[in-house]
């Protein structure tokens, strides 16, 4: 999953969607996992990141990283993903 | 190796800065990680979760703020602890020891008031469905009879005719009082003359003593002013009989129905905010006996068959999450371990339900579902929770009044119930079923005992 390239974070978890004016908010874990979408990195290196930042289980990550994502669909914030 | 930090679901929210909370409510996200210097954590290790707790220091606390309200008023007042509210023995207890005499509403409930050792003569006796068994015994105990309708009425009859003793009743009178709905299922109309015409009975049959008089207007009541005109018309009606029989009733029975400090689905704002208080009803029933043209020779004891607003305070349910899923549209549901089949009550409240674990301050708009795999099992169908994970305990609150009667054991069996005392030590007052509690009770015929697949 990729992010739109306009969207802008803060350090502190505030989000900004030019292209629609909305405002998010996110909390740690969310902006995290934000960040690393951003950059592109793929699902297993995020899951790896935060299993070694925070105290969890992989599999709870990748399930909450899942429906984190559908989030960020549902919210407009991801590219259209190439067929 | 650096210490991890605390894990929370990713969460990311719009922020929807057009719609501004008129009422500035606060969300419930403050957690409550202990009950009464008991961590829940521990009570959920302890005795297992679902869980329901009881706090024996907050039930006196509300028992003697409602008695001062009433005694600093008038001055003959009596409670009688409302059986079907809760009637676990302890509970029961420990209104008994706080003076309180026992109000019942079926056979059932008469003979645990007598298990628990009360006095015959200290049992009031209401509802529609007493039978011949049940008056013989409460007509040899002496108890106070609130008789519902004539088919009662002419038993009653029958029985002090038989066995030459005078049964001690009241009627149950029912009003209008300027509420909807108007409650008129149970005993004599008032308006219409048929309590009226149920006295005339009494008095002309002789063979009973008229003790009192009785109503019960309606349930979670919001208006105080309603019980002022069912006070005004019960003592009209003693008015009456002392007028024509030179008979004075002994007490004015008010019934229950004071709402809690729940929030009534739909109500705008908290129960806790708006709801009445005891004061406000205390006053608005002392103020109309006291201002009522009755005046026997000795003030009517007013007798308070209050259940709710005296245990709904004292009572939690300490409940797990067992999963967190999203919803077609969006929406965060979460599924905890206790559902509908044992907070009956989750029908008619939003109740108030807060983490048991500290949290940051981001929260989502969640359905809470209960356990049960039917739809009905909604436990809260928007609330804002904090960001739970699978195995954080919650605590519903106010939960003390009716849970503990109305549950069913459907789909699961029922939970443990914990009374703690004043000192801070819990203590079982109610095992949990197993599956041998259900199962002896039925039985199989020998044809079925047996098949194959």
């Excluded at chain 2, 208006?223 to 009209?236: D, E, F, H």
């Excluded at chain 2, 409240?349 to 049960?372: C, M, W």
């Amino acid at each position: 999953m990729k992010i739109k390239n306009n969207i802008a974070v803060s350090d502190n978890g505030f989000v900004f969607n030019p292209g629609s004016g909305e405002s998010y908010t996110a909390n740690q874990v969310g902006l995290d996992m934000l960040n690393m979408l951003r950059k592109g990195e793929k699902s297993a290196a995020i899951i790896s990141f935060i299993a070694e930042k925070y105290e969890a289980d992989p599999a709870v990550i990748e399930k909450d990283l899942n429906d984190f994502s559908e989030t960020l669909k549902q919210y407009h914030l991801s590219q259209h993903e190439e067929l | 190796m650096a210490t991890k930090h605390r894990y929370e679901r990713p969460m990311i929210k719009r922020l929807e800065s057009n719609m501004p909370n008129k009422f500035g409510m606060r969300t419930e996200f403050e957690p409550v990680t202990h009950i009464e210097g008991v961590a829940v954590s521990q009570l959920a290790e302890d005795y297992g979760s679902p869980l329901f707790v009881i706090s024996e220091r907050k039930i006196r606390k509300l028992y003697q703020a409602a008695k001062q309200s009433f005694e600093s008023r008038y001055p003959r007042v009596q409670f009688a602890w409302s059986y079907k509210t809760n009637y676990l023995t302890a509970v029961c207890n420990v209104f008994h020891q706080e003076g309180s005499w026992a109000e019942v509403v079926s056979g059932f409930e008469y003979d645990k008031a007598i298990n628990n050792g009360i006095d015959g003569t200290k049992i009031i006796f209401n509802g529609p469905d007493k039978s011949e068994d049940d008056l013989r015994k409460a007509v040899t105990n002496n108890s106070l009879i609130h008789i519902d309708h004539l088919d009662e009425l002419y038993m009653l009859q029958e029985i002090a005719r038989e066995t030459k003793q005078r049964p001690k009743v009241a009627i149950r009178v029912n009003m209008d009082t300027g509420i909807y709905p108007m409650w008129d299922r149970f005993g004599f109309n008032y308006e219409n003359g048929q309590a009226w015409d149920a006295l005339n009975k009494i008095m002309f049959g002789g063979q009973m003593d008229l003790v009192g008089l009785h109503t019960h207007i309606g349930t979670f009541m919001l208006s105080p002013n309603a019980y002022a005109i069912a006070a005004s018309k019960l003592a009209n009606l003693a008015q009456r009989v002392q007028q024509k029989y030179g008979h004075e009733v002994k007490y004015i029975d008010m019934g229950g129905g004071f709402s809690s400090r729940n929030t009534l689905k739909g109500a705008y704002l908290p129960g806790v905010d708006t709801n009445p208080t005891i004061d406000d009803f205390a006053e608005a029933i002392t103020s109309a006996l006291m201002n009522s043209e009755y005046r026997p020779k000795t003030p009517p004891l007013l007798i308070l068959e209050t259940g709710r607003a005296l245990i709904d305070e004292a009572g939690y349910m300490i409940s797990s999450v067992i999963a967190n899923k999203r919803l077609s549209d969006g929406r965060r549901s979460t599924i905890l371990d206790a559902g509908v089949n044992l907070l009956f009550t989750s029908f008619w409240y939003d109740h108030k339900i807060t983490p048991a674990q500290e949290f940051t301050s981001y929260t989502e708009d969640t359905v809470l579902y209960g356990p049960l795999c039917m739809n009905i099992d909604v436990v809260r169908e928007n609330i804002s929770m904090p960001l739970l994970n699978k195995g954080d305990k919650v605590v519903i609150h106010h939960v003390g009044a009716y849970n503990m009667t109305q549950w069913m054991q459907f789909i699961t069996l029922r939970p443990k119930v914990v009374m703690i005392d004043p000192e801070g030590k819990p203590h079982i007052i109610r095992n949990n079923e197993s599956m041998d509690t259900i199962e002896n009770l039925e039985q199989i015929p020998d044809h079925l005992a047996h098949f194959e697949l």
